[in-house]
């Protein structure tokens, strides 16, 4: 790799708000950029970053499809389109995944961008249908690439990787020691980076066992909640249903949170995922879906409210708290009929209910839905500004916003909601009508 200059490394991180790369990314960032690479680490460690920084050095503001990056998600697609447009190059990123109008990306491709990222069925959609040129592209990153293989998409991604035929280098990356890559990847001789530890014995990861004296463990879990407060809180089970079930209880006891699986539409999903990227709910009710795979911020508390199906379960829920030896605590809820496994060892200390438990606080933010969004031309500035203007608020009563293809979501700070919409509802935003909710 080409000797990079420190300047614009540290004007592209600062564009994000990051003063230094962590240890995971300098070591990948010193590596010989030509060689294929195998990087192991935990998820939400900043893999996609540590990927995407050494990327830039080698992409020309051309025409032409130069990178690949397949992964096993939709919602993981969307987190690298972002990362990527964040660095602010100016160079164009396209997305594409099951599930999002296949013509707006194929109009999108009729002007090739420099990184394509996606899925594998989308993908390989657009290769069969002739809407993609992957002759130019020198780098693929199979991102998740264990989550492909377990979500069985060996098939699309052989037939993918069959029609990129100059590839110079490829980068696998995992959040799992154990997978076994299949020759039609064509890996040559790659270095091996691994930062992955048992997740038991990393610094700043506190384990506890909850002890519920009733068998379906809600009053615990609602006891739990109360004690941990409002911090951001991420509760998993085992199956569609029990998210279903914990969260029909949790807004009867007036606790404000929000459920999150497989058998919802995407556009749902994605919208929870951004009520809990904005701080709107603090406490998000997941199946595995959840673990990893997702762009899910950081959370300071882990409830395991079903035990783990396997190790590797416990290990990718725990992932998501704790990061790079940040604090973070997960907590074993077991009913009298339930044992510890025996790969939770040893056995954590007790965490002891109170008698009289606490109402969780509320979150911070609330989200204000806007009708319009990226196909629109509307941008944050022009989001900040409308609801300064029209709606009368303040910087600093506006939190985070997304913006998605038909529409955009605003955190406000809890309690000015009901006041702006009545404001903002008869007024145009960049020129155009919109609803707000």
């Not at 190790?311 to 009929?337: C, D, S």
């Amino acid at each position: 790799m080409e000797q990079k200059s420190i300047s614009p490394i540290k004007e592209i991180l600062a564009r994000i708000g990051i003063s230094r790369l962590n240890e995971m990314q300098e070591a990948v960032m010193r590596l010989d950029g030509r060689k294929d690479l195998v990087l192991l680490s935990p998820t939400g460690s900043g893999k996609t970053l540590a990927f995407l920084l050494p990327l830039l050095f080698q992409l020309k503001a051309e025409d032409y499809i130069q990178a690949v990056v397949i992964v096993p998600s939709r919602e993981l697609a969307l987190q690298i389109e972002a990362v990527f447009r964040s660095l602010g190059t100016g160079l164009k990123v396209t997305c594409c995944y099951g599930g999002h109008p296949f013509q707006i990306e194929k109009r999108s491709l009729e002007h090739p961008p420099v990184l394509l990222v996606g899925t594998p069925g989308r993908i390989l959609d657009h290769i069969e249908k002739g809407n993609l040129d992957l002759s130019g592209v020198h780098t693929l990153i199979l991102d998740e690439f264990d989550k492909s293989l377990e979500m069985k998409f060996t098939v699309e991604m052989k037939r993918i990787i069959t029609r990129i035929p100059h590839v110079k280098r490829h980068i696998l990356t995992s959040a799992t020691e154990s997978i076994e890559i299949p020759s039609f990847v064509g890996l040559n001789r790659p270095e091996r980076i691994s930062f992955l530890t048992s997740r038991q014995s990393v610094k700043g990861l506190k384990l506890y066992t909850v002890k519920s004296s009733d068998k379906d463990k809600l009053n615990a879990l609602y006891g739990l909640l109360g004690e941990i407060g409002g911090e951001p809180t991420l509760v998993f089970c085992n199956y569609r249903e029990s998210v279903d079930r914990v969260c029909d209880f949790l807004t009867r006891m007036g606790v404000s949170n929000i459920g999150f699986h497989g058998g919802m539409e995407q556009v749902d999903r994605e919208r929870r995922l951004a009520l809990l990227r904005n701080g709107s709910v603090n406490i998000f009710v997941s199946t595995d879906l959840a673990a990893r795979g997702l762009d899910i911020p950081e959370v300071r508390h882990v409830v395991h409210y079903h035990l783990p199906l396997n190790e590797e379960a416990f290990v990718h829920r725990n992932g998501r708290t704790a990061r790079m030896n940040k604090g973070g605590a997960a907590y074993v809820i077991l009913n009298e009929t339930e044992t510890l496994p025996e790969y939770i060892h040893p056995e954590p200390d007790v965490f002891f209910l109170p008698d009289r438990p606490k109402t969780p606080a509320l979150p911070q933010w609330e989200t204000l839905e806007i009708s319009r969004g990226k196909r629109d031309k509307v941008s944050k500035k022009d989001i900040v500004g409308f609801l300064c203007q029209k709606g009368k608020l303040e910087k600093e009563d506006i939190g985070v916003i997304e913006i998605f293809e038909a529409s955009s979501f605003a955190a406000v700070k809890r309690g000015k909601k009901k006041a702006l919409i009545p404001l903002v509802q008869t007024e145009k935003i960049k020129n155009l009508r919109a609803r707000f909710s």
